[in-house]
């Protein structure tokens, strides 16, 4: 992929952060889910190579641990669905597989049509 397509995505994900509705009893903002998940932001366009980067998984790690909240999971999951919403279909594909290739389940799929209102 070229550089002006690796900096839409990025525009993406920080105009998703700059949009989202703020969750009252959330403390994990989209900022925080962008910050996270920027050391992953290579695998997720290329994809291909059989391991995440070690900063990947522990971005994923700190912000699994950090959403201990069912507001703070929805937050998180409603971060990712709205890039997800934006993205092809591969790169949708390369981050849902993210979590379970650095050991981490999450109690939803990484998807445009995930409903998290029913994440807890």
């Known amino acids: 992929m ?13 105009v998703v ?3 989202a509705p703020p969750h009252a009893e959330a403390a994990i903002s989209c900022n925080t889910v962008a910050t996270d998940l920027s050391p992953c932001i290579n695998y997720v366009l290329y994809g291909g190579a059989p391991v995440p980067p070690v900063n990947c998984c522990q971005g994923i790690k700190s912000l699994y641990n950090q959403a201990s909240a069912t507001a703070d999971r929805q937050a998180v999951c409603s971060c990712l669905k709205s890039v997800a919403s934006s993205a092809t279909p591969a790169i949708v594909t390369n981050a849902a597989a993210l979590p379970g290739k650095c050991g981490v389940s999450i109690p939803y799929k990484i998807s445009p049509s995930t409903d998290c209102s029913t994440v807890h």
Request: hydrophobic share 75%; proline share 0%; no cysteine.
């Open 2 to 14: 070229e550089k002006a397509t690796i900096q839409l995505f990025l525009a993406a994900i920080m």
């Open 17 to 19: 952060a700059a949009l």
